[in-house]
């Protein structure tokens, strides 16, 4: 199957600061990524839609200010946790859909565990 | 919106017994229903799908069934090994390249 991959898999980040996380897809091109969020014991919340080439689409309740979305490529979308602070602490996880209309199967990254200390 | 609800949340069975995960979604206009195996600090990964032209998908020890009339689908498997000790979510969408609703999770135990 497709492969998307992620990176950093953690990051450990002192409360105040930004961190970037990766989400590539290694043998397709995505014009859409997702970006979900989980919470220990919960289940994946999406974020937001990542559109390459234009604005990301955030679910109600995200901040658009804080969750930044970059989606420059067809094969890479990022996500900066800008501001971070303990509570932001989470499991963050992107998936992207190869480009063929029939087909909605979505491969997940690994994963990225983001600690706020 | 889409609401998917999944039954139960925990579920501990024998080695060899069979376990069964119930979902029900809320949107008739979806078609896609994909069950995830999902193992401690890993990404999701796809055990099995099913579209709502078809009421019933088997690949070797694991199956789903649809009932679109009832709005729901279930995931059986049988034969459980102790490498079948996951949190497993199913999910359902309504076109290709959405993002997916996703279940509240079932964390089964297959105890040796």
């Known amino acids: 199957g497709a492969v998307v991959s992620q990176h950093p898999s953690w990051v450990i980040c002192k409360s105040g600061t930004s961190v970037k996380i990766e989400c590539r897809s290694l043998d397709f091109q995505a014009t859409t990524m997702f970006w979900y969020r989980q919470f220990p014991k919960q289940s994946l919340m999406l974020m937001a839609t990542s559109n390459e080439g234009s604005k990301a689409t955030y679910e109600q309740g995200v901040e658009k200010d804080k969750f930044l979305i970059n989606h420059a490529s067809l094969t890479l979308s990022t996500l900066t946790v800008t501001s971070a602070h303990p509570e932001d602490s989470s499991f963050y996880i992107c998936s992207a859909h190869p480009p063929r209309a029939e087909n909605t199967e979505a491969f997940f990254g690994q994963g990225t565990r983001l600690t706020v200390v | 919106g889409e609401n998917v609800e999944q039954h139960p949340s925990t579920l501990s069975v024998q080695e060899g017994d069979s376990a069964v995960i119930k979902c029900t979604y809320s949107?008739?206009?979806?078609?896609?229903f994909p069950w995830y195996k999902q193992e401690l600090g890993k990404g999701p990964q796809l055990i099995i799908d099913i579209r709502s032209n078809v009421g019933e998908k088997k690949d070797q020890r694991i199956a789903v069934t649809l009932n679109k009339t009832a709005k729901h689908f279930s995931l059986h498997i049988t034969e459980t090994q102790p490498e079948d000790s996951a949190v497993y979510f199913c999910a359902a969408t309504k076109q290709a390249g959405t993002a997916l609703i996703f279940g509240k999770g079932t964390t089964l135990s297959v105890s040796s």
């Open positions: 949107d008739s206009a979806s078609n896609y």
